[in-house]
C-alpha cells in the first residue's frame, strides 16, 4: 500500500467513525432524518473524493462537519425550491378556484337580478311598460315619447320616474335576503 492510500484508508475509516455525530449534526440543522441522512451520505461522496486535501494534524471532525454544512445548505435550497414551486402551483390553484367561485356566483347574482327586474317590469301598468320601453330600449326622448303616446311631456317624466321607482323598489325587495 502507497502513502497515498494509507492516507485515503485512514481519513475514510475516520470519517465513518464520525457518521453518527455528523448525522446529528446534521439532523439538528434539517429537523428531518431522511433528508440529513441524504446530506451526510453527500458529504461522505465528497470526502472519499477530496480525501487528499485533509490534512492531517486538523480536525477531521472539524473537515467533515463543514463537507456536511455545505450538503445541507444544498438541501435547504432544494426543499425551498421544490417548496416554493409547489407553493406557487398551489397558490395559482386557490386562485383559480376562488376565481370561478366569484365568476360563477357573479353569474348567478347577475341573473337573479335579470329576472327580477324582467318581472318587476312585467308588474307595471301597461302605459308605464310602453313609457319605460320607450326611454330605456328605444333611446327616444321625452318629446317623441310624449308623440308616440299622446302624453305631454311633464306627464312623460312624471310617468318615466315613478315606472323606475317602482321597479328599483320592486327589484331590491326580490333580491333582498329573507
Request: hydrophobic fraction near 40%; proline fraction near 2%.
Given at each position: 500500500?502507497?502513502?497515498?492510500?494509507?492516507?485515503?484508508?485512514?481519513?475514510?475509516?475516520a470519517?465513518?467513525?464520525?457518521?453518527?455525530?455528523?448525522?446529528?449534526?446534521?439532523?439538528?440543522?434539517?429537523?428531518?432524518?431522511?433528508?440529513?441522512?441524504?446530506?451526510?451520505?453527500?458529504?461522505?461522496?465528497?470526502?472519499?473524493?477530496?480525501?487528499?486535501?485533509?490534512?492531517?494534524?486538523?480536525?477531521?471532525?472539524?473537515w467533515?462537519?463543514?463537507?456536511?454544512?455545505?450538503?445541507?445548505?444544498?438541501?435547504?435550497?432544494?426543499?425551498?425550491?421544490?417548496?416554493?414551486?409547489?407553493?406557487?402551483?398551489l397558490?395559482?390553484?386557490?386562485?383559480?378556484?376562488?376565481?370561478?367561485?366569484?365568476?360563477?356566483?357573479?353569474?348567478?347574482?347577475?341573473?337573479?337580478?335579470?329576472?327580477?327586474?324582467?318581472?318587476?317590469?312585467?308588474?307595471?301598468?301597461?302605459?308605464?311598460?310602453?313609457?319605460?320601453?320607450?326611454?330605456?330600449?328605444?333611446?327616444?326622448?321625452?318629446?317623441?315619447?310624449?308623440?308616440?303616446?299622446?302624453?305631454?311631456?311633464?306627464?312623460?317624466?312624471?310617468?318615466?320616474?315613478?315606472?323606475?321607482?317602482?321597479?328599483?323598489?320592486?327589484?331590491?325587495?326580490?333580491?333582498?335576503p329573507?
Amino acid at each position: 500500500m502507497t502513502g497515498s492510500d494509507e492516507h485515503r484508508e485512514h481519513v475514510l475509516r475516520a470519517a465513518f467513525e464520525l457518521r453518527e455525530e455528523l448525522l446529528a449534526y446534521a439532523r439538528s440543522l434539517l429537523g428531518n432524518y431522511s433528508a440529513a441522512e441524504d446530506a451526510v451520505q453527500e458529504a461522505f461522496l465528497i470526502v472519499v473524493k477530496k480525501h487528499e486535501s485533509f490534512q492531517d494534524g486538523t480536525s477531521l471532525l472539524a473537515w467533515c462537519r463543514a463537507i456536511v454544512r455545505i450538503e445541507v445548505l444544498k438541501a435547504k435550497d432544494r426543499y425551498h425550491r421544490d417548496r416554493s414551486l409547489i407553493e406557487r402551483v398551489l397558490d395559482d390553484s386557490v386562485d383559480a378556484a376562488f376565481e370561478e367561485f366569484q365568476q360563477s356566483r357573479s353569474q348567478a347574482e347577475s341573473d337573479q337580478r335579470r329576472d327580477a327586474l324582467v318581472n318587476c317590469v312585467e308588474m307595471l301598468p301597461e302605459r308605464a311598460q310602453k313609457v319605460l320601453k320607450s326611454r330605456m330600449a328605444d333611446e327616444l326622448g321625452y318629446p317623441q315619447i310624449g308623440e308616440r303616446l299622446s302624453m305631454s311631456i311633464e306627464a312623460v317624466r312624471k310617468s318615466l320616474f315613478r315606472a323606475k321607482k317602482q321597479v328599483r323598489e320592486c327589484v331590491e325587495s326580490k333580491l333582498r335576503p329573507a
